[in-house]
Every structure is written in structure tokens, then in C-alpha cells.
């Protein structure tokens, strides 16, 4: 009997994960599990762990790099309608893991709630966004999240406070957790105002990083405190490095940026040169945002 037995209806195998992502890149996953719900979600992570299966949650795949040979373990995705669900209470709006985060940040502003429009242009769904803190220049989402639901590692629903996750820059304390829904606190305002921010920073963020049908992860690389990672990377000469059809994007360092033969491999060769020469530059040690599986 497979270690999945019962859960048949929701478990593929050998999953090629580049469909996935953003850089479309890597190997398959062996195994792939969309649970229906909650419930079945806690059931399926207590028979990985039973089983000695390692599990991730893959969200749109906007800051993830799978490594060649693929994920040898199940990828479990919430893509099914009970964690897709947003629902607009007053000033709050409550979206399950799942939700595509953009869609949401433009149907805030279209009745009129704004705060959201600070986060333009971030790709990734509301359980990927709150997991990483995900923000930019303008703001993150710390600043709106109320409460999030999760999955603790004691496989309960426990709903915390902004305070209890543990927002810093691009963390959380919620490894080991799975991300079930957020709430978030915004302010009824200017709509009109609301969609030109969001249309300036799009453009802001257009003119200044590829664009974003580019194949990227985002920035690879966290903003080391006091520095930009990519004027560090900038300095050190790295625009235009290549390996293979990989380059360092000549719009902004922070940036790696597949082309059509791209490997992972070749992905992971640019961030060992990139890191190497920022540490001889500056002896600064870039810490990974991206993740890699
Ligand atoms: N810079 C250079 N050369 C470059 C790139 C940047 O000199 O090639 C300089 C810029 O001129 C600027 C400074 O570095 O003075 C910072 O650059 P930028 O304003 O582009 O912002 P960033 O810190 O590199 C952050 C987020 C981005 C987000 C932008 C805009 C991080 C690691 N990055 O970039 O987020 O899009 O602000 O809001 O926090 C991501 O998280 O994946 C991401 C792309």
C-alpha cells in the first residue's frame, strides 16, 4: 500500500515543478497533494510525517528556485476553493492562503479601501506574501495583517496576532507552520489617489527591474542592513555576468534571469560568483532571499 492510500484523489506523482514557478526552472516533484480543505490538509502533513515524507507549500511559485533534479518529497499546494475564498467585512478583508495577492490589492482599491496599493507589482499568493513578509520599497505586509490563521506545528488552527508571527524584513517565525488565511486591516480613502500610487509604483518598478514576465524569482538576495544588495552587487561589477543563458540583469544586480537553456545549475553558478565577489568587495555575506528547494 502507498504511503498516500486514501488520499489517491489528490496526490499526483513526478510533478514537473517548472510549470510552477515563475523562473520556470527544475526538476519534477515526486509527489504533489491539493488537499480539498483544512481538515484534509492536517491530515495529509501528519501521514507525511508518519511516512518520513518531507513536505513543502508551494504558492504561485514567485520566490522559489528547484534545484535540477526536482523536489524529492510532496509539494502540497491550496489551490482549491476553500483557501481561495476573500471576504470584505468593513475595512478588513480576509483572504484564504491560496488568493492571488495582486488581484486582491486591486479589488481592495476598487471599493475604495487603500494601504495595499504601497505593495504593487509583488507577485505571490496571500499565504506566500504572509509567510515571507513580503513588501518592497514603499511597504510590507506586516502593516496591514491583523491576524493569521495557521496550521501550527502541532497540526492545530491557531489564529495569531500581527505580533505573535513575528514579522521582521522578509521573515517570520512561521517555519513549520502553514499558512491558512490572514486578515487584513485597511483604511476606507481616496480610490482615484489609491489606483494612480498603484499605477506609479508599477511604473517605478518597470523602469527600474526586468520586467516582471521576465523568468525571475524577484530579488535573490535580502537587503543587508545599511546596504542595498544591488548597488552592492552593482559595484562588484556583476551586471551582465552570465553562465550559460543565465544573466545578472542589466537592469538591476538583484536580479538573476533565465533565457531559454537556463539551468538551475546555472542560476546557482551566478549566485556563488555574485556572493563571492560582494564578500572580496566588501566582506559582506549576501543572505539568500530566494528560496531554494
Ligand atoms: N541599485 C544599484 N544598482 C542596481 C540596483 C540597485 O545601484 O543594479 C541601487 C539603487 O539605485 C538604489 C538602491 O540600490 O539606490 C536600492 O535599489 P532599489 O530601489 O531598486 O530597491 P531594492 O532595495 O533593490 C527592494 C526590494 C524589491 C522591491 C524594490 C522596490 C529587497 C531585497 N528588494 O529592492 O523586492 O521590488 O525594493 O520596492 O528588499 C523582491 O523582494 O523580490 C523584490 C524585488
Redesign the pocket.
Known sequence: MSWYAGFERICRSDVPLSEYTWYRLGGPARWMIEPRDTEQLAAVVARCEDAGVTWRVLGCGA?VLISDAGFDGAVIRLSEPHFLTTHFQDETVTAGAGADFPRLVRSAIERGLVGLEALAGIPGTMGGIIRMN?G???GEIAQFASQVTILDRERQVRTLTCAQVGFSY?HTDLEGCIVLAAALTLKTGDRAAALQRHRDIWTE?HS??PPLAARSS??I???PPGH????L??EAGL?GARAGSAQISQR???FIVAGANTTTRDVLELIDLARERVRKNTGIELEL?VQIW
Open positions: 520566490n513580503a518592497g520599497r514603499y522578509r518598478k527600474t527591474q524577484g530579488c538576495f535580502k537587503n542595498a544588495a544591488g548597488r552587487l552593482d551586471k538591476h544586480a538583484n532571499e
